[in-house]
C-alpha cells in the first residue's frame, strides 16, 4: 500500500494527517463550549448558528471574518450584556 503526501509550508504529511494540518490553519472561535441556546438557535460559547459551525472550514476567508466581526454583538444580545463590558464585580 502507497500512502500519498501533501506539501504544505516544506513539510511532508500523511494523507490521513492533512485535515488536522488545514483546520490547524483555520482560525475558529470554537471555544469548546458547544450548547445552543433553545431561542437564538446559536451556540452560547461562539456566537455561531449550526450551520456556520457546519460550513466553518468551507467558508472563503472574507466569509469566516464577517461572522466573526458579528460574534461579539451575537453573544451579547444572548446575554443582555454590552459587548466588551466587564462582569460586575462584588465586594465584601
Given amino acids: ?3 500519498s503526501y501533501c506539501l504544505a509550508d516544506g513539510a511532508r504529511y500523511g494523507a490521513r494527517n492533512f ?6 490553519s483555520i482560525e475558529t ?4 463550549i458547544c450548547v445552543v441556546h433553545a431561542t437564538a ?3 452560547i460559547g461562539c456566537g455561531r448558528t ?3 459551525i457546519g460550513r466553518w472550514i468551507e467558508l472563503s476567508a472574507a ?4 461572522i466573526m466581526r458579528q460574534l461579539p454583538a451575537r453573544l451579547s444580545a444572548m446575554t443582555g450584556a454590552t459587548p466588551g463590558a466587564t462582569a460586575p464585580t462584588t465586594t465584601s
Fill in 19 to 24: 485535515a488536522s494540518v488545514a483546520m490547524a
Fill in 50 to 52: 449550526l450551520d456556520e
Fill in 29 to 32: 472561535p470554537c471555544n469548546r
Fill in 63 to 66: 466569509e469566516r471574518a464577517e
Fill in 41 to 43: 438557535r446559536l451556540c
Fill in 1 to 3: 500500500m502507497t500512502e
